[in-house]
């Protein structure tokens, strides 16, 4: 049966960031995820999990597309403890050339909360990374994720889809912007190394932010971004009493349930003397209790908070966007006449077995006077007949390969040819010449 390219999954457009909280991966749990996803469902052929701020996402190959997508959203639901009914309204489902198109849109950028941001390609090739390392990778995800690359590869090169300042770190820096008066004599803290929070922190540093304190779970990282930012590396486990000094937060911690709630809290808006306090969450799982907006002079916004807000300045981006529609469509088309390609391989094999058997058999019978003549004119017989057969193949074979929806269908002029070919009586007189080993040199039978 043909293999199909299937996704499934949750992104920002469908739902809130409380619920893809509940079902995102870490990146330490991805290739774990990946063999237990091959345990609970057997349909799955191969498969690939793409875990970000904005999505949880599996891309799959199965023979039975729907049979898998169901197996993979009960494996979800069991794997992340969360109730299959609580999310069902919030997934979609693609399969065969939507499957494809959604996968190049997503690494094109198209389907991102900002149009044209670049992390989501490095996101994508490290979900690639870690199914090749759980070994979920087969042909069909190889070359459909390397065809998701090149697609971004063209749209980066061939529109404007990334220029200008549209993304969620620029809407922090400019929101933090209306709430203090002034950067400069504020003290930003970046808890975490996600790649859009370290944005941030560099942004607000070139805005002309002083005091700059970092912490993370791995102190020397912490050390080696302070030393670029020109800030304070603070050990993780020793974080919370700087917090009173802090005048912009940014979460980007990887962890499963919120690191700071309101009880804690309270007593650093106390010490500050309800001193405006700004907190940018982006962490997926979020790092900050969103009660915390409930304190006097704190304001907390998270990854959608900011995301809503980038969408008013993104009217030029839009418009390049459908520049790259347009480069994805022609791609997709490449990539499904590949994928079609893929289900001719058998007969391919078939048709190139069977005429150069002919060959040989034909050159086997001609034994005789073949061998009364020089060397040199017996090679030249060789490339004669193996030319013949090279020219008489390439021609089936260009027929099969370069067909449209308007010719004659595939399969059938596939199998049209390997019956004119004798393809099939060659692999049953295989299977009686194993069977009873018999020969038969003379030339009397009927074919």
Request: with cysteine.
């Amino acid at each position: 049966m043909d293999q199909t390219l299937f996704i499934v999954g949750i992104n920002h457009r469908s739902a809130a960031v409380a619920l893809r909280e509940r079902l995102a991966f870490a990146d330490d749990e991805i290739v774990p995820a990946l063999d237990r996803l091959r345990e609970a469902s057997p349909a799955v052929a191969e498969a690939a999990l793409i875990s970000t701020c904005n999505r949880v996402e599996v891309v799959g190959v199965a023979t039975d597309a729907a049979r898998a997508a169901d197996e993979t959203l009960k494996f979800l639901a069991a794997d992340r403890n969360v109730a299959q009914a609580e999310f069902a309204g919030a997934v979609y489902n693609f399969a065969g050339r939507d499957a494809a198109r959604h996968l190049f849109r997503v690494g094109a950028s198209l389907d991102s909360m900002v149009v044209g941001e670049p992390q989501i390609l490095g996101q994508l090739k490290l979900a690639y990374a870690q199914a090749s390392q759980a070994r979920s990778v087969g042909l069909i995800l190889h070359r459909a994720f390397h065809k998701a690359f090149t697609v971004a590869k063209r749209v980066r090169k061939g529109t404007l889809i990334g220029h200008g300042s549209a993304s969620v770190s620029t809407a922090a820096v400019a929101l933090a912007g209306q709430i203090f008066d002034t950067l400069k004599d504020k003290t930003v803290m970046l808890m975490g190394a996600g790649k859009m929070a370290e944005l941030t922190a560099r942004q607000l540093g070139a805005l002309g932010v002083e005091s700059m304190l970092i912490t993370s779970r791995t102190f020397d990282r912490a050390v080696a971004l302070a030393r670029e930012l020109g800030g304070t590396a603070v050990p993780y486990e020793n974080y919370k009493p700087y917090l009173k000094m802090v005048d912009v937060l940014i979460g980007s911690v990887s962890s499963t349930k919120p690191i700071l709630g309101p009880e804690e809290f309270e007593l650093v808006v106390r010490e500050r003397r309800y001193r405006p306090m700004f907190l940018i969450d982006m962490g997926v799982p979020r790092n900050f209790d969103q009660r915390l907006n409930a304190l006097q002079n704190v304001y907390l916004y998270d990854i959608d908070d900011l995301g809503a807000l980038v969408q008013r300045t993104l009217g030029d981006r839009e418009r390049e966007a459908e520049k790259a529609e347009q480069i994805v469509e022609l791609e997709l088309e490449s990539f499904l006449k590949w994928l079609a390609g893929l289900d001719l391989t058998p007969t391919i094999k078939d048709i190139r077995y069977s005429v150069e058997r002919l060959r040989d058999d034909e050159l086997g019978r001609a034994q005789g006077w073949l061998s009364q003549l020089e060397p040199a004119e017996r090679e030249r017989v060789e490339l004669l007949t193996r030319g013949l057969t090279n020219k008489l193949l390439h021609r089936i074979l260009s027929g099969l390969k370069q067909r449209d929806d308007k010719t004659l269908d595939a399969a059938f002029a596939a199998e049209m040819a390997r019956r004119l070919l004798g393809a099939e009586f060659d692999a049953q007189d295989d299977e009686l010449d194993d069977a009873d080993n018999e020969t038969d040199d003379d030339d009397s039978g009927l074919e």
